[in-house]
């Protein structure tokens, strides 16, 4: 374990953004961590992970912890289904090919998202119907004002769109080391009805897919839509899909007749925040350095140089806009530092 000073974290965070840790560690073990932990001269502390959910508009004045966990193995499996442990520090998209590779399903419609496994269950991640918490067993983590580990049950951790426990009553109070999840081994549930799966697979002309399949048709729609983190700085979809009430979509339809919805419950309908900040005017809008991406208005980009701030602005910007116009308010997904 070394500590670094005055570090970039440009290299660190898909945004791209040039902020600096002012100190900067890399946890590779579990006694990486402890020992980090129990550092006097460190009482301000930073946990990064995959950094592909987040927007640093300053400098981190503190000691970051690079979680750099890396391991899967099976802890247990019977003829249709397995449980897989995964650290933390693991890339998600290779986790996910890793499970495929394996014929373990359930993870499939989760190809291609950013970040790192670690960070997973702290966003609840999601996309074409599927969650995190839909295959999530458990998750170890250690709390970091006792240096205890303790696991966390599905229940536990109290999912929820786009979010749980980790974002709200014990955020900043653990560091998750591990996640443990329940995947099928024969039978697989597929999930083609969300979005343009099932369009795809017809290009792609396969009419009976495998799990493999529906992940290649994941990751060719994603890689339609989205931009590289590698080749311009993003963090994927910026802000959450808002869910109104029946009332107001009612409300919404009746200026904006061919308005997309979701049904969430028999009272409430989610709303693509993607075509609520297009029908703004603001997909494909460039301003300098930094702006909404050409074919996917959820998308915020760094093409070059952009401070964290200018891409702040620009959010609470469409933010405003939205509300002005539909009357609809969009949260961001991304964590603002």
Not at 31 to 59: A, C, H, P, V
Not at 86 to 100: D, I, K, M, S, T
Not at 122 to 149: M, R, W
Not at 222 to 242: A, D, Q, T
Request: contains cysteine.
């Amino acid at each position: 374990m070394q500590v670094q000073h005055n570090i970039s974290l440009k290299g660190y965070n898909t945004f791209g953004i040039n902020a600096y840790a002012k100190h900067f560690t890399s946890i590779n073990t579990i006694e990486d961590l402890i020992n980090t932990l129990q550092l006097q001269e460190y009482q301000e502390r930073f946990i990064l992970g995959g950094g592909s959910n987040m927007l640093l508009t300053k400098d981190i004045d503190a000691l970051v912890m690079h979680i750099n966990l890396k391991g899967i193995n099976i802890v247990s499996e019977s003829d249709s289904s397995v449980i897989v442990k995964a650290q933390a520090g693991e890339n998600w998209h290779e986790f996910v090919l890793w499970c495929l590779n394996h014929n373990f399903g359930g993870l499939e419609n989760l190809s291609l998202i950013p970040g790192n496994v670690g960070t997973a269950p702290i966003q609840n991640i999601g996309a074409y119907g599927i969650e995190l918490k839909d295959h999530f067993v458990s998750c170890e983590a250690i709390e970091i004002s006792s240096l205890k580990t303790k696991s966390f049950s599905n229940a536990d951790c109290k999912f929820d769109y786009r979010n749980s426990i980790f974002k709200q009553e014990l955020k900043g109070q653990y560091i998750i080391t591990s996640v443990t999840f329940k995947l099928s081994k024969q039978n697989h549930s597929l999930h083609t009805n969300y979005g343009a799966i099932a369009l795809q697979l017809e290009t792609m002309k396969i009419k009976k897919p495998t799990i493999k399949d529906i992940s290649n048709a994941v990751i060719a729609i994603r890689e339609s839509k989205l931009p590289n983190p590698k080749e311009i700085g993003n963090s994927g979809s910026f802000f959450k899909n808002p869910v109104i009430s029946l009332k107001s979509f009612e409300t919404l339809k009746q200026n904006f007749p061919n308005a997309p919805s979701y049904p969430v419950s028999n009272t409430t309908i989610k709303v693509p925040a993607g075509w609520l900040i297009e029908k703004a005017g603001f997909k494909g809008k460039r301003f300098g350095d930094y702006g909404v991406h050409e074919k996917q208005a959820l998308v915020l980009v760094n093409y070059d140089n952009a401070k964290g701030s200018d891409i702040l602005k620009l959010s609470q910007l469409i933010q405003k806009t939205v509300k002005r116009i539909f009357n609809i308010s969009i949260e961001a997904e991304v964590n603002i530092l």
